[in-house]
């Protein structure tokens, strides 16, 4: 892959500023805070509405890097109004509302926790009682599910959901998660320290959730985040054995190993020169299933097809 072959999207990175972690406020609804240890990638919000059960959904997901591999954390607001108040709220244009039609927009965790809260003694965590789902969630996309659900008072949205999907698998947890039965806590005390201290910080995050929370300076509707250019491109390697590194540098650590599958690439570096060859160090990750991610060097990659990316996407359908 030649160097110019990328050059149209290292302007899209160097243009777009660097989201550090900390208090995010979004459109004075839910204020969110995010550890330093989590570094944010994207964050991304949507408004759904089904009208088969008059619900409304506020989504907001972020997508962060922490001990080299990717994750997604969402936070749905739910509401039985109608969608003209929604949009109302979050200042959002009419034509950015997709339609769902399962109640919750998701499958059965969101009827568990549910249950949860009102069967079984549930916590509280800034005056907000909640129900907490650690377990195994074996499906076409997913491994395991770590949820929370809280009552919530809002002139629109009335609940809300977090999800974290597939950490278990992605953390190289060595104990597998019981199926709806048994304790998470439990399992939990037998993993690595790496993995206690991440599941400690998602539950700060629970901590620090706030609603209805004011702010000067709020993220409207229309502000979303994202560290690298998301136009569906897809790479593939050129040769085996290629090293992921932590930093963009020959000196940093090797965390991984390309393997023979498509790619995106989630951040650009410095031009550089390896092994006589100039091009620009570039982060990637998996385009579906594994989570790894790492620093290699542009020119053991190739930008993919249109047809072969078709073909990719077309193997799930």
Known sequence: MKAKSILASIFFFLVIPFVSAGDFNFSNIISINIPPQFEILSYNQGLSFSGEHKQCWY???YEFVCVNRLFTLEFSLYGNSELSSAIDLLQCPGKDVADYSVRFGHAGET??????????????????KYSFLGTLWPSGVTSDFIGYYL?????????????????????GAKNELYFIEGSFSDQLKKEDRYIQ?????IERIIKSLQFNASSRDPIPFSRNYSAYARDGSLYAPTAEKIGLREKPSIASNVVGVVSDK?????GIGKETTVNGKKGYWIRITPAFGD????????????KMTE????DFYGGFN
């Not at 009827?111 to 907000?128: D, M, N, P, R």
């Not at 201290?197 to 910080?201: D, G, I, R, T, V």
């Not at 498509?262 to 989630?266: A, G, L, T, W």
């Not at 047809?307 to 078709?310: C, F, K």
């Open 59 to 61: 989504n907001i997901a």
């Open 111 to 128: 009827e568990i926790l549910l249950k949860k809260y009102k069967t079984s003694s549930a916590y509280t965590i800034t005056g907000h």
């Open 151 to 171: 009552k919530i008072k809002n002139k629109v949205f009335d609940e809300c959901f977090v999800f974290l999907f597939n950490s278990w698998a992605r953390l």
């Open 197 to 201: 201290e991440f599941y400690s910080l």
């Open 262 to 266: 498509p790619y995106r690439i989630v």
């Open 291 to 302: 989570s790894s991610i790492g620093w290699t060097f542009s020119q053991y990659f190739r």
């Open 307 to 310: 047809a072969e990316v078709e």
